[in-house]
């Protein structure tokens, strides 16, 4: 089945350590997304990509960082710069432009 | 300032009635596109209903319609026949322009409202 896939759904990390997030997707889109989520809030976006080797900074990049190097895959890594990692976090997928904007089924992070 | 606003943070209605969630946005962007998604508390997003700033006709995707009032601003979203499985976080979205390529691809989102669908 097409979709998007991020592992793992559960995650928890001592502070100081970097963490990285997966996010696949077999749907053949061009753009990819990594959003955060607090407690009683909206998304925010922190990074996304239109295309292969290529990603911009969203609205709170800070702390974060993303590679692009296959159209399947845009792992997230929270680094220890991030000063509060703890959220839940979503990737989606869509097409550059398009009226639409896919979405896995997410990963929430703890750091302890 | 606030480009996505949704006033209410909770809504009840009963089973089998109608509700209308509010959104109100701010744009100076003529080209732009709103977006409702549905998040159950398994957390996933679940695309419901899209309207493009230049659609004539206000979108219909069965039991969910958009009611856009662009001289207000506002783009509320109407479910009919409300069930239980419509129990959820409900967030609006939008879509401009993105400065460095003119595509619109990047969303913005709401706080989002909690409806309750009750018995």
């Known amino acids: 089945d097409g979709g998007i896939t991020q592992s793992p759904k559960y995650l928890f990390r001592k502070e100081g350590q970097n963490v990285t997030l997966s996010c696949e997707q077999n749907?053949?889109?061009?753009?990819m997304y990594w959003y955060r989520q607090d407690p009683g809030q909206g998304l925010r976006l922190i990074y996304y990509s239109q295309i292969v080797n290529d990603f911009q900074k969203g609205d709170i990049a800070e702390g974060y960082s993303v590679s692009r190097e296959k159209k399947e895959s845009f792992p997230l890594t929270v680094t220890s710069a991030q000063k509060n990692p703890t959220a839940f976090y979503l990737c989606a997928s869509g097409v550059w432009g398009g009226s639409e904007q896919f979405f896995g089924p997410g990963t929430r992070l703890t750091v302890l | 300032a606030q480009k996505i606003t949704q006033t209410q943070p909770g809504m009840f209605v009963q089973e089998k009635e109608a509700v209308t969630l509010d959104c109100t946005y701010d744009t100076s962007d003529p080209s732009y596109g709103l977006f409702w998604y549905k998040q159950p508390s398994s957390g996933e997003m679940i695309f419901l209903i899209y309207?493009?700033?230049?659609?004539?006709q206000n979108a219909t995707e069965g039991r969910y319609s958009l009611n856009f009032q662009k001289a207000r601003k506002s783009a509320n979203l109407v479910i009919s026949a409300s069930q239980l499985g419509d129990s959820a976080m409900y967030f609006c979205?939008?879509?401009?322009?993105?400065?460095?390529?003119?595509?619109?691809?990047?969303?913005?989102f709401g706080t989002g409202t909690r409806l309750q669908v009750t018995l």
């Open positions: 749907l053949n889109h061009d753009a």
């Open positions: 979205a939008m879509r401009e322009a993105t400065p460095n390529t003119g595509t619109a691809s990047k969303l913005t």
């Open positions: 309207q493009g700033s230049y659609d004539q």
